[in-house]
């Protein structure tokens, strides 16, 4: 299942959220914007992630919103994109 993974990590808390983009990059995320990632899980893995997010953000402070879109508004989705990377 495709997961999207936005968060709002608070100044002064770099460290956390440095800890947090690479713990979805374990999971294989993608990087989409500053705070924005994209995974590809089965359902175990991507529980196990939600488990890990909380454990690394409550040591801290900040908002993770998980979002698991169905795959027929996956694939409505338009992309608009003049940046080459």
Known sequence: MKIIVVFDIPVGYDR???????KLKDYGG????YSVYEVELDEKNAERMIKDIRRI??????????????????ENIIIIDTIEF
């Open 16 to 22: 956390l959220r440095d800890r947090l983009r690479n």
């Open 30 to 33: 993608v990087f989409r914007e």
């Open 57 to 74: 953000v409550a040591e801290g402070a900040g908002r993770v919103d998980i979002i698991f879109p169905c795959r027929r508004c996956y």
